[in-house]
């Protein structure tokens, strides 16, 4: 993986953008129908909030042991999707201004948090690293489903923008490298996550009901990708000029 050969920056992007909710959305558009991946997409936004909050935690109590800064943050995520699927109105604008808010959040609380342009070499963890993030995103990805099913689309759609990607690869990269190289991944996946997700779900919820869900997920996929590509170059360049 990229972690492993050093690049802490690229490393960060690609678990931000590298979520299950594209997978899970695209499942249910397949095997249920694609309005229920459409319904989806009007909470999901706000589980990205709660994404950030995570890794804000994260980050934040990196320093007392990654199982703990781990247990903690998606021990608030959950309290937080809880909160919001009991109280919060379904509808997407309420969901979208939740999403900017936990982004600016998160963003709020990894700044100072020192970051590293190389992470320190871990190797032999390659293949425990890609079979552990495809068990946990297979299980979100079935557990998205199964909560559609028990609790409705909004529900489903806060399963499905899980950091299951997020809290996998923070979980290695913390085992192999040490809680502060993956605390310093934390404020790129924050950007990447909320950056390149939330356009491809306004993708999803513009097109799956109308030019149909090939089309609508490979321009989903390719506008994610450009954006991406921009975040990491000017991030790049702002390094650069720090330096």
């Given amino acids: 993986n990229v972690a492993s050969r050093g690049n802490a ?79 919060a109105p379904r509808d997407l604008s309420t969901s979208l201004a939740l999403g900017v808010a936990g982004f600016s ?33 297979g299980a979100v990805i079935a557990a998205t489903v199964l909560v559609y099913y028990l609790g409705g689309p909004f529900a489903g759609g806060l399963a499905a923008a899980f950091p299951a990607t997020a809290a996998a690869t923070l979980a290695i990269v913390a085992w192999t490298c040490g809680g502060a190289p993956a605390a310093a991944m934390v404020r790129h996946i924050i950007i990447a996550n909320f950056l390149t997700i939330t356009p491809y779900l306004l993708v999803v919820r513009a097109t799956y009901d109308t030019v149909g869900v090939a089309a609508g997920t490979l321009l989903g996929l390719v506008l994610s990708a450009f954006i991406a590509w921009i975040l990491y170059s000017v991030s790049r360049r702002c390094q650069r000029r720090a330096s």
């Fill in 9 to 87: 920056r690229l490393a960060g992007f690609l678990t931000g953008m590298l979520s299950t909710v594209r997978i899970a959305l695209l499942f249910m558009a397949l095997y249920v129908w694609p309005a229920a991946a459409v319904n989806e997409t009007t909470s999901a936004p706000a589980a990205l909030a709660f994404n950030g909050i995570f890794l804000g935690v994260f980050a934040r109590t990196a320093r007392f042991g990654w199982i703990l800064a781990l247990g903690a943050g998606l021990a608030v995520w959950f309290l937080l999707v809880a909160a919001w699927w009991v109280w």
């Fill in 105 to 137: 959040v998160g963003m709020a609380m990894t700044r100072g948090i020192g970051s590293v342009e190389a992470l320190p070499a871990s190797p032999g963890t390659r293949g425990f690293a890609l079979l552990a993030r495809a068990v946990f995103g």
